[in-house]
Nanobody, 120 residues
Framework: QVQLLESGGGLVQAGGSLRLSCAASGRTFSNYALGWFRQPPGKERERVAAISWSGDYTYYRDSVKGRFTISRDNAKNTGYLQMNSLSPEDTAVYYC?????????????WGQGTQVTVSS
């Protein structure tokens, strides 16, 4: 089992930045790929970014490329999502997830989510 806990969400004005953290406990964090997902109000959950266990490979959905950066610190058992130039369309509950298969998933373990609200 891997337990994941997100933090860093909040309310920010458009154009602002937030840094989300995902603290992992349980099994060896470095054995898992890490993904960040979000679920906007009234919409389905979507994958935002992902990173391989080593950090060598990353994925970003088109709408966040150049604005969001995913990273991880395996020594600290923590993953991060740096979000810059935020817009109201980024408003969502953000979840981190871990996959034993790879950054493409499937993702077996999920955090409880953190709310990100971007005001215009």
């Amino acid at each position: 089992q891997v337990q994941l806990l997100e933090s860093g969400g909040g309310l920010v004005q458009a154009g602002g930045s937030l840094r989300l953290s995902c603290a992992a406990s349980g099994r060896t964090f470095s054995n898992y790929a890490l993904g960040w997902f979000r679920q906007p109000p009234g919409k389905e959950r979507e994958r935002v970014a992902a990173i391989s266990w080593s950090g060598d490979y990353t994925y970003y959905r088109d709408s966040v490329k150049g604005r969001f950066t995913i990273s991880r610190d395996n020594a600290k058992n923590t993953g991060y999502l740096q979000m810059n130039s935020l817009s109201p369309e980024d408003t969502a509950v953000y979840y981190c997830a871990a996959s034993s298969t790879g950054q493409s998933g499937p993702y077996e373990y999920w955090g409880q989510g953190t709310q990100v609200t971007v005001s215009s």
